[in-house]
Nanobody
Framework: QVQLVESGGGLVQPGGSLRLSCAAS????????MGWFRQGSGKERELVAR???????NYADSVKGRFTISRDNAKNTVYLQMNSLKPEDTAVYYC????????????WGQGTQVTVSS
């Protein structure tokens, strides 16, 4: 059983940057895809970024060009670099691992709060 622990959230001003980390207790090498979801207040959870075991990446339209997902299999860690942050990026961000499309999630992290506000 793999446990995921997120870190790196916090309060940032609009236009600022944050890097989220997701540390796994076991190997992520064999997990088909890892990703970051977010859930804003009163909103449904949405997939923000996905990275496959082969290194292919996909992003929600709302974050394309601003967010970058990456993975370090040697460190069993997934990252989300977030630049040019906007108030609408405010949400709890969750790390997840599962099938290739992340339509079936096997592992969830506990979430980390990101607040973008002046």
């Amino acid at each position: 059983q793999v446990q995921l622990v997120e870190s790196g959230g916090g309060l940032v001003q609009p236009g600022g940057s944050l890097r989220l980390s997701c540390a796994a207790s076991g190997s992520i090498f064999s997990i088909n895809a890892m990703g970051w979801f977010r859930q804003g207040s009163g909103k449904e959870r949405e997939l923000v970024a996905r990275i496959t075991s082969g290194g292919n990446t996909n992003y929600a339209d709302s974050v394309k060009g601003r967010f970058t997902i990456s993975r370090d299999n040697a460190k069993n860690t997934v990252y989300l670099q977030m630049n040019s942050l906007k108030p609408e990026d405010t949400a709890v961000y969750y790390c997840a691992g599962g099938n290739l499309l992340l339509s079936n999630i096997r592992y969830w992290g506990q979430g980390t709060q990101v607040t973008v506000s002046s």
